[in-house]
Each structure stands twice: as structure tokens, then as C-alpha cells.
Nanobody, 119 residues
Framework: QVQLVESGGGLVQAGGSLRLSCAVLGSIFGSNTMGWYRQAPGKQRELVATITSGGSTNYADTAKGRFTISRGNAKNTVYLQMSTLKPEDTAVYYC?????????????WGQGTQVTVSS
């Protein structure tokens, strides 16, 4: 059974920084895209950033210039370095691992980690 385990969330003042981590427990294979999404109260889940196995990244406009997504040396780990945080960044942040293959595909989500930015 595959689990994605996030850590690193917490309470931070506006302008501060946090680093989120996500590790995959269990085995997943093949190239994939890992990413971070977030959901604020009363809002839909939205993309924050993604990174492919090859290192290509994609950021939401709200994250560009402030957040950096990276993959760790350990297979299937992903990080999100968040800087210059704003109160509107407050949300539950979810890790995702996805592979879109015709034969072998998966789409796993973590349980989420709360990020709260105070003004």
C-alpha cells in the first residue's frame, strides 16, 4: 500500500518561510509528476507547483517567485520551500504523486498539512 506523508506545516508570521516535505511510503515505479496543491476553507483545491521526474517545474502564478519545488535525492520525495508567506497562503497543503500511463498509472494523495500565516 502506498502512502504519501507530508510534514513541515505550521504557524508562521507574514513574511516568514516554511519548508514542506513529502515522502512516499511503499513502492511506486516509473517516471511521474509530484506536486503540491492547497485548499483553503470554502475554496476548491488548487495547484501550487509540480515537478516531473526529469526536473521540469510548473508553478501557479501565486507561487512564482516565492515558492520553490524540488525533488530529493531519495526516490520519490518532494519539497516545497515557501518564502515571503502571506495570510492568503493559509491552507491545507497536499502532496500528490501521479503517473499517467496506459498500462501503469497512479494518482496518490497525502493527508495534508496545515499552513497558517498570521498577519
Amino acid at each position: 500500500q502506498v502512502q504519501l506523508v507530508e510534514s513541515g506545516g505550521g504557524l508562521v508570521q507574514a513574511g516568514g518561510s516554511l519548508r514542506l516535505s513529502c515522502a512516499v511510503l511503499g513502492s511506486i515505479f516509473g517516471s511521474n509528476t509530484m506536486g503540491w496543491y492547497r485548499q483553503a476553507p470554502g475554496k476548491q483545491r488548487e495547484l501550487v507547483a509540480t515537478i516531473t521526474s526529469g526536473g521540469s517545474t510548473n508553478y501557479a502564478d501565486t507561487a512564482k517567485g516565492r515558492f520553490t519545488i524540488s525533488r530529493g535525492n531519495a526516490k520519490n520525495t518532494v519539497y516545497l520551500q515557501m518564502s515571503t508567506l502571506k495570510p492568503e497562503d493559509t491552507a491545507v497543503y497536499y502532496c500528490n504523486a501521479k503517473r499517467e500511463g496506459q498500462i501503469y498509472r497512479y494518482d496518490y494523495w497525502g493527508q495534508g498539512t496545515q499552513v497558517t500565516v498570521s498577519s
